[in-house]
């Protein structure tokens, strides 16, 4: 059958988009090569890797095997959308400072399930944090220093908690003023 | 021969260390070290956690058109005839290619280029290239391939590499000189016969290792776009875009200046996107074709067709030890199973052999290895190419020695510790060698000496240890021009922009540049711009491969920016009339060493200097110096520097499944200088668990028909968070008289001796020895209950006779110690 | 990338409607609930729909809760996640929600559903591939072709049942709901099951699956647990699948046990007899264990529908029928 194409309403990071696409397109396809939201990655286009992960209701979604109109009335966040005008997202930092990300592929969908991880337990232990990113695969870092960026963010997120919001940054203090 | 003591009969190992040459030494510029070493973060990290890093994929050009490839449904056939008549005619598809039009063999070793973009005239697996089509979208693309005709006439397909050593009547390369052999190699050093005939113990066993895939998280990917200039633009998911811009040219008979060869950011490759690929050159010819940009984005299936996986190796090895722990000899018989076509096999069988030759002194020396066709996707170099599949077999037959011999499998491995500045039987030489360090932070770390044989029933302790290349002296095309260069231009701002060929595959080889030229310029990190792999704008680099991009870009970098710190030295020092050894440059300043108050910044630095000499610019380059052995082949696997490494895995072995638990692994690596530890110990850690993912779960194979067994991420299974040891990285820095301030290679060698480890840990915990890579529980278990079975046979009594060798198992005199 | 072939796609906002365009479009239409199966298998070009009807939706569906009669209502829209984590299924059913929790990782989880995973499309190594793959070899019995690659000569598919949690819902004799626009239907899930790999569901076109009932659990309590084979601790199908229930008497001693097994054909198999053989001995008799292991290992035969040596997975099935027995006392009742 040829392909019927619609105009999909999305909220995507924080804004409605109307797109127009194809209805058996995925949302990875649309995010990527509608709305040009690159970020997103694609390694196996079948769930098997985790790259396309993104929020969806701020819960981890693989986006390769999500239909597009599925995600309509629902909130999309992708790792261009943990950046806001506060500058970028804790686990962006600590992922950086912790050296975590080496080709960096895998990371955007990482980064992503570690921030559904911690919206939801910000107190994740090491065991929970592999838990959580059971579905995300590395294939440079051995997943060590990811563990350790997200264990860094839960410290920060908890001095910040206890600081107040001055010392959100933690230790990843160095970060703030360094970057370029 | 003891550590540092240099026999007479070999060469003088420091001669070129003393030769004019152009390598700097491990001292930093100043008076000390202000970026190097500093657990700095990476240069383009940033982007990459944000998703603001382009890869190729992320690439796209107005009117771009999607590419798509019709593969070989049969592992060995010839084509009689391909019609593309109905493709051409559909809408939505601006181009067809077949093989006819680019004839041209290529591969990136000269002599031994039998690869085609698309198939002429014969497909040797199924995934081989037939066709290719541009078209509006892939969806049209994919539905032009099957309107094209392809009629084939079936061949007799060969799996198995002893068939197709055997066979003569079946030929997959026909002109090929030997049959089915792509490249035999046997060399000799000393009197490995004598020497074995004279050893107390000596032990000879047949082992195997298996294909393994890299698997990098991105797939190939390649743009080009023919613009109306004549120039052709390629963006790809390469590591080594030189090779790709000389085979560009001459497959599509376009001058090379007409060509220009862009590396974006690179999602993963560890030896995977070291060959030109199929889609690069399609990609350009239907961009010439059909005058609009056209992309290839390869399915994770095509990337396993595209391969060029780790050989699997079929490996006799017989090694010989005197009572007291030295080694006298090891004689290696090694089937190589290569796959359809030659990518890097030539260097793959050699690094077979020569690659053995260190970290333990090894006197008599002999290998002999022939690797072949077989009508199965292509191997080719992966991370610890050529080498780590013979460095399982001498790791775990050293200790088999050991335990022979009573002595401690770390003693041993001191005992035999070749040290620093010596030469190998193989006649390379060898320069700073930590490798001594690397074995007691590992057995320091692990707590082997009070924890080995006490953990308990099923656990255990093994320990390996392995040497690595840092780039080698070999040049895949003969040449003299330098293999690595560097070009830096200075900005009036103060910033520094180095343009580096070098391809950052994620190893960080851009924060390595930058961290040299921040060092050297006395500046920030932030201060360094690093542009690299693009054949426009960067000097050539011979690509991110056999770890050359720290040693040999490092050295070029440090050339290059040295130039350029004299100059600015001698401007700062003319304007304060001082003499130029009292300006240092530090942290974005120049600054006088004897009167501190007089300072002036980086920028106002170059300012002077520019208005002094000329506009700032320098290029550095670096060559190895004449290595190797005298004899054909002895410049493969001659490197200017060596790293070494050294390991010890903990294992849990579940006696009622064979299932095997690894809760630690402690990996210590001689990187030499370790310019940003951080850096290292990610390529330790990623090494370290490539080894152990390959150990367990990854097999690259095919099935009774040829097809790929497991081509997608689910069924090749990598190791997820759960699966993974905790790894422990140290690091051992024995300064190399030659590396960038001393340092060595960290993203190969790491990997090798992970693998020997777990199956040495695994004999400790359970008394088996595992031979056959990879140790599913099936073997491991089959393993536990012959030797169970010889046990009992043998009245209960421990280390008792042979039991059978089942399940890829030794049985026999292995034996439990406790 | 693996691009779909072109259909028409609907969210129907109630369980009315999506019974509607059931009934309208029946065998042309393919259901999506979590797609974690669905959309790997249309890539794979298995199924040819001409219109996929979102569930996503359908709130009604989604939700647990006890019913009147004691029994643990699951709603076929519950996410995996959500069946794992749910209090009343800890208390009632644990060894669901072990079953629930071993099922692919994490991400998945949160997607897939309860009602998606009874109603998992059978697997094996000759079909869980691309178009060009399953083409280079002439196709099979289950999808476009005429042979078995795994029984040469068979007549019928053996892709193999490989969802956790059907093991387990067998075990603990779980009824399903079954919906179309004409009747709605129970259906204890063993029936729901046949034994013919190219389709192993007793699901018309134009039905749905709306809930799943678990009987409430005996008054001395109703343990259950679960055990799984696989070669990663995430994301793998299971090599093997053991679902365990038991009560027990005033003593402690088995009152009755069942044990399933799955991953092996196309259906989750209950192992006969085990009631009789554990029946007065303890749960952490280990040898009892065993010889019930014993005796699911004498009737199935794991066949190379599955990647994994099929001798090993046969000689594994007795220490997996343990541990799921362990499990399951770990779980409580
Ligand atoms: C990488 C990966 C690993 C996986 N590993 C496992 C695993 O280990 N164990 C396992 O069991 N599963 C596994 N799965 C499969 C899947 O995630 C789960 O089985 C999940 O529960 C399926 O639910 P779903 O809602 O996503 O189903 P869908 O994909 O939406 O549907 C599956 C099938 O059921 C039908 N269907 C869905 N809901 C209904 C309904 N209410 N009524 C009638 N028909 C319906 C659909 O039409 C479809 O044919 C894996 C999947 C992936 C991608
Ligand atoms: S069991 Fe046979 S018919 Fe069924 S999917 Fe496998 S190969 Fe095909
Ligand atoms: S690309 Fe979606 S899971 Fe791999
Ligand atoms: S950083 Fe390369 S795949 Fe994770």
């Known amino acids: ?48 890797c985790g790259a396309c992960t993104l929020l969806v209701d701020g819960r981890a979604r693989l986006s390769c095997i999500t239909l597009a109109g599925d995600a309509v009335g629902h909130r999309v966040t992708t790792i261009e959308g943990l950046v806001t005008k506060d500058g970028l997202d804790l686990l962006q930092r600590t992922f950086d400072e912790a050296g975590a990300l080496q080709c960096g592929f895998c990371q955007p969908g990482m980064i992503v399930a570690a921030r ?12 929970e944090v592999k ?15 990811i563990f350790e960026a997200v264990e860094q963010a839960v410290r920060a997120g908890r001095a910040a908690h206890t600081n107040g919001p001055a010392s959100l940054v933690g230790d990843s203090a160095a970060l703030a003023g360094g970057r370029r | 021969m003891s550590a540092g003591k240099l026999p007479a009969d070999r060469a003088d190992p420091l001669q070129h260390a003393r030769s004019p040459n152009r390598t700097f030494g491990p001292q930093p510029p100043g008076a000390q070290f202000e970026v190097v070493g500093k657990r700095s973060r990476k240069v383009d990290a940033a982007g990459k956690a944000t998703g603001e890093a382009r890869y190729t994929d992320d690439l796209a050009l107005p009117g771009m058109l999607h590419g798509k490839t019709l593969r070989s449904p049969h592992p060995h056939a010839r084509i009689k005839r391909i019609d593309t008549a109905k493709a051409e005619a559909l809408p939505g598809v601006l181009g067809v290619v077949t093989g006819a039009e680019m004839p041209v063999r290529f591969g990136v070793i000269p002599w031994t280029q039998d690869e085609t973009a698309l198939a002429v005239d ?44 055997a066979r003569k009547d079946v030929v997959i390369h026909e002109g090929n000189k030997h049959g089915n052999v792509t490249k035999e190699v046997l060399l000799e050093f000393g009197d490995p016969d004598g020497a074995l005939a004279r050893s107390d113990f000596v032990v000879e066993d047949d082992y195997e290792f298996h294909g393994t895939a890299h698997a990098p998280i991105e797939t190939h990917v390649a743009l080009a776009r023919y613009g109306s200039d004549g120039v052709l633009t390629l963006w790809s998911a390469t590591q080594i875009p030189h090779y790709v811009h000389r085979e560009l040219a001459r497959v599509l008979d376009l001058p090379a200046p007409q060509i220009r060869v862009i590396q974006p950011h690179l999602g993963g490759a560890f030896g995977g996107k070291s060959d030109p690929f199929s889609l690069e050159f399609c990609a350009a010819k239907l961009a010439i074709k059909t005058r609009r940009p056209v992309k290839f984005l390869y399915t994770r299936e095509e990337e396993f067709y595209a391969h060029r996986g780790r050989h699997p190796m079929q490996m006799r090895f017989k090694t010989g030890m005197t009572k007291d722990g030295r080694l006298t000899a090891v004689d290696s018989k090694i089937l190589i199973d290569g796959g359809a076509y030659s990518s890097f096999g ?155 060929g070098a391809s950052d595959i994620g190893q960080g080889s851009n924060t390595v540049v930058a961290t040299i030229v921040a060092e050297e310029l006395g500046l920030r990190l932030e201060d360094v711009r690093v542009v690299a792999a693009d054949s426009d704008l960067c000097p050539v680099d011979l690509g991110a491969y056999s770890s050359r991009i720290t040693f040999m870009v490092g050295n070029a970098a440090i050339h290059a920016a040295r130039k350029l710190r004299k100059l600015v030295q001698q401007a700062v020092a003319e304007e304060w009339g001082v003499a130029p050894e009292r300006v240092a440059l530090a942290g974005g300043f120049a600054f006088d060493l004897e009167e ?75 990187c030499g200088r370790a310019l940003n530890p951080v850096l290292v110990e990610g390529q330790i850690e990623g090494s370290a668990y490539m080894g152990f993912g390959e150990v367990f779960l990854e097999s690259h194979a095919v099935n009774q028909y040829g097809l790929t067994t497991r081509p997608n991420l689910l069924d090749y299974t990598i190791p997820t968070a759960l699966d993974c040891p905790e790894f422990h990285a140290s690091i051992v820095e024995s300064l190399d008289p030659e590396g960038p301030y001393g340092a060595k290679e960290a993203g190969e060698g790491p990997l090798h001796p992970t693998i020997p480890a777990i199956a040495n840990a695994i004999h400790d915990a359970c008394g088996i020895w595992l031979t056959k890579l990879p140790f599913t529980p099936a073997k491991v278990l089959a393993a536990l209950q012959a030797k ?12 008792g006779a042979s039991g059978g060798a089942s399940g890829g198992a030794l049985g026999g005199d292995q034996g439990g110690k406790r | 990338m693996l691009r779909l072939e072109p259909f028409a796609f609907a969210k129907p906002q109630t369980t009315d409607e999506a019974l509607a365009l059931l009934a309208r479009h029946g065998a042309k239409a393919k259901l999506i609930a979590g797609g974690t199966d669905l959309l790997p298998n249309l890539k794979h070009g298995l199924y040819e729909p001409e219109v996929v009807i979102a569930l996503s939706d359908l709130a009604e569906l989604r939700g647990v809760a006890v019913n009147g009669a004691g029994e643990l209502e699951i709603g076929a829209m519950t996410t995996l996640e959500e069946v794992e984590r749910a209090a009343l299924v800890r208390a009632r059913a644990p060894g669901l929600a072990q079953a629930a929790a071993a099922v692919a990782g994490p991400t998945q989880r949160t997607m897939g559903t309860l009602g998606g995973n009874v109603c998992l499309d059978t697997r094996c190594v000759w079909i869980n591939q691309s178009h060009f793959w399953r083409q280079s070899l002439g196709f099979c019995l289950k999808k476009d072709g005429t042979v078995c690659h795994v029984v040469k000569g068979g007549k019928s598919c053996v892709a193999a049942a490989s969802n956790d949690t059907a093991t387990l819902l067998v075990a603990l004799r779980a009824r399903l709901t079954i919906r179309s626009a004409a009747a709605t239907r129970e259906v204890a899930i063993a029936d729901f099951y046949k034994a013919d790999g190219a389709m192993n569901l007793r699901l018309a076109p134009d039905e749905l699956l709306t809930r799943i009932t678990v009987p409430a659990p005996a008054p001395q309590g109703t343990w259950s647990g679960y055990a799984k084979l696989r070669p990663r601790a995430s994301i793998d199908f299971p090599r093997l699948s053991v679902g365990v229930a038991w009560t027990t008497q005033q003593d402690g001693t088995f009152a009755d046990a069942t044990v399933v097994v799955s991953a092996i054909a196309a259906t989750p198999r209950v192992i006969a007899g085990i009631g009789e053989l554990l029946r007065g001995r303890r749960p952490d008799d280990l040898a009892a264990l065993l010889a019930a292991g ?23 099935v007795p220490v997996f029928v343990k541990r799921s027995f362990l499990a399951g006392a770990r779980g409580g009742a």
């Not at chain 1, 695969?137 to 997943?143: A, P, V």
């Not at chain 2, 040797?124 to 392809?150: H, N, W």
Request: glycine share 10%; net charge positive.
């Open chain 1, 1 to 48: 059958m040829t392909a019927e194409t619609r105009i999909l309403r999305l909220h995507v990071n924080g804004s409605d988009v109307d797109v127009a696409a194809p209805s058996h397109w995925t949302l990875l396809e649309v995010v990527r090569y509608r709305l040009g939201l690159t970020g997103t990655k694609q390694g196996c286009d079948k769930g098997d």
């Open chain 1, 116 to 127: 559904a991880c911690l919206d939801a337990k910000p107190e994740a232990t090491r065991a």
């Open chain 1, 131 to 145: 838990e959580a990113l059971a579905s995300n695969l590395c294939r440079c870092t051995g997943y060590t220093k």
């Open chain 2, 122 to 165: 014969k497909v040797r697996f199924i995934g081989d290239p037939v066709a290719a089509v541009a078209a509006v979208d892939e969806e049209t693309a994919q539905a032009a391939l099957r309107l094209i005709e392809v009629d084939y006439e079936l061949l007799t397909p060969l799996f198995d590499p002893a068939e197709a050593l």
């Open chain 2, 346 to 500: 030539l260097v793959t069988t050699y690094y077979s052999g020569q690659l053995l030759t260190g970290p333990h002194d090894l006197p008599n020396y002999r290998f002999h290895s022939t690797r072949v066709f077989t009508n199965k996707p292509p191997c080719g170099p992966k991370r610890g190419h050529g080498s780590v599949q013979p460095r399982f077999a001498l790791e775990v037959q050293l200790d088999r020695l050991a335990e022979k011999a009573g002595l401690d499998p770390i003693e041993v491995r001191r005992r035999n510790f070749q040290g620093a500045y010596t030469t190998t039987v193989n006649g390379q030489r060898v320069t700073s060698n930590g490798f001594d360090q690397c074995l007691a932070q590992v057995e320091a770390a692990s707590g082997w000496k009070a924890r080995r044989g006490k953990l308990g029933r099923g656990k255990g302790l093994g320990c390996a240890g392995s040497m690595y290349i840092s780039g080698t002296n070999y040049c895949v095309y003969p040449n003299d021009m330098p293999q690595a260069g560097i070009q830096i231009k200075v900005d009036r701002s103060g910033l520094v922009t180095v343009f580096s």
């Open chain 2, 596 to 670: 501190r108050a007089r300072v002036v910044s980086s920028a106002k630095a170059f300012h002077l200097a520019e208005a002094k000499f000329e506009t700032l610019g320098a290029t550095g380059s670096y060559n190895t110096p004449n290595l190797g052995g005298d004899y054909r082949g002895g410049t493969i696997g001659a490197s200017p520097a060596y790293s070494f490494t050294a390991c010890v895995a903990e294992v849990d072995v579940d006696l009622e499944t064979g299932e095997v638990r690894v809760p630690h692994v402690w990996t210590s690596h001689d």
């Open chain 2, 788 to 799: 169970a079975k010889a046990d009992a046979a043998s009245g209960g009594t421990r280390g």
């Open chain 3, 294 to 316: 014993e005796k699911a290992r004498s009737v199935v035969t794991p066949l190379t529908n599955i990647d994994g040596d099929p001798q090993w997975r046969r000689a594994m």
